[in-house]
DNA sequence: CCTCCACTGGAAACCTAGGCTC
DNA sequence: GAGCCTAGGTTTCCAGTGGAGG
């Protein structure tokens, strides 16, 4: 066991660090310049620029698949921008609505950015939604707060909690004067807008700019100038950087891969003592980002989905749900907590499926009745292996 | 063509944990 | 402290259903 430590470290000792800066490759970077989006982040600033003489610019929707650049061209645009504002009401916020999960945190969130004084704090929860809703248009009405406000991932927002909120913020702006809230809204959706009410629509539409996907050309200079700043001279091969932009590219040119995949390679190399980055880092990097991202998703599962998949992974063969649920009912017994009931489980199962951690299609057996069809989908010894890291299921040993 | 199984999946009610105001 | 609010997970109830076997 030692052995296998201090060989790690004598070969961390013996070879030299690859990174001179590694925050050139993480996703919060946000370079000095944008290859290839030059023409957006011009459209975006156009929009913006009103902001700098004082007077509200229009709504702007950024559209594009995922990597296509949409998010770093707003933080680069917003970041210029607060540069350049003489105003001292400026204030800009950014906030992901699918990270952040529901309404009311994407307001609270919205809300923290925009710095409301202590006793005004939005609670984590507590607050109906219009009195969280209230107590920030209060604050930019006191302050005269100029608001440039980035909505990320908006067709979340609307999909899960409808456009109620956006319609609000669209009609805020008579009552705030001087003060105002222009939104830039980001989608993956190019459809989103179907659902939108035509209101909301027109408003928060006045202006929109399309990210279109990155060639693998295009992903390779990105790389490249990424790489520069981030590895020593030498470290990554144009031969290295055409691979991690070729696999990135086959899944519809999405840079954030892409960098991710330069990133983890890097890391693999400095690990294993070498001097720069070959295929067999890159390949096994890419195993890696897919295994910690099924990973990551198994240990942040609740309990009863771990008993739930647990009980899966018994059934080599595939199982269906009155079968599946008696073998979780009993996992509940010997571990001691409460089973839920069949229809929970059912529910369950379809979350699971939709995570990509098991397939659940619904199959009929004739005179049999109707059930959900259910396949793990990862290997379940790994599973089991994750799974049993918890400790109240570590009693199943 | 009809039946009827073993569920599915929608709807609504309920529960808990948190926080508000008075 | 009482009585109100919310989010989010769960239970209860139940109408609905694809298709093999009759």
Known sequence: MSKGVDEIFRRAKEGQPLFVERNALSPEYVPDRLPFRDEQAGAVAEVLAPVLHDSKPSN?????????????????????????????????????????????????????ALGLPQEKRIPFTGLAIGEVMDRIFEHIRLTEARVVLVLDEIDYLVKTFGDETLYKFTRSN??????????????????????????????????????????VDELREILTA????????GVASPAAINLCAAIAGSEHGDARRAIDLLRIAGEVAEREGLREIDDTCIRRASDKMEHDRVE?????????????????????????????????ANICRRIGIEALTQRR???????????????????????????????????????????LEDAALASLE
């Open 296 to 328: 990551e998703a198994l240990r942040s599962l609740p309990i009863q989905n771990k008993a739930i998949l647990l009980a899966v992974s018994k059934f080599k063969s595939g199982t269906n749900t009155g079968e599946l649920y008696l073998a979780y």
């Open 226 to 233: 990424r790489a520069k700043t981030a590895f020593r001279p």
């Open 60 to 112: 702007l929707l950024l559209y594009g698949k995922t990597g296509t650049g949409k998010t770093a061209v707003a933080r680069y645009v917003i970041s210029r921008l607060r540069k350049e504002a003489e105003i001292k009401q400026l204030a800009t916020a950014y906030v992901n609505t699918r990270l952040a999960n529901t309404e009311y945190r994407t307001l609270a969130l919205f809300a923290d």
């Open 174 to 215: 008579e009552r705030l004067s001087p003060g105002f809230v222009a939104l830039v809204g980001i989608s993956n959706d190019l459809k989103f807008k179907e659902g939108l009410d035509p209101r909301v629509l027109s408003s928060l539409s006045e202006e929109e700019i399309v990210f279109p996907p990155y060639t």
């Open 345 to 387: 489980v059912s529910g369950i199962l379809a979350e699971l499926d939709l995570l990509g951690l098991i397939e659940a299609s619904v199959v009929s057996k004739g005179r049999r009745g109707r059930t959900k069809k259910i396949q793990l989908l990862i290997g379940s010894e790994a599973l089991q292996k994750t799974l």
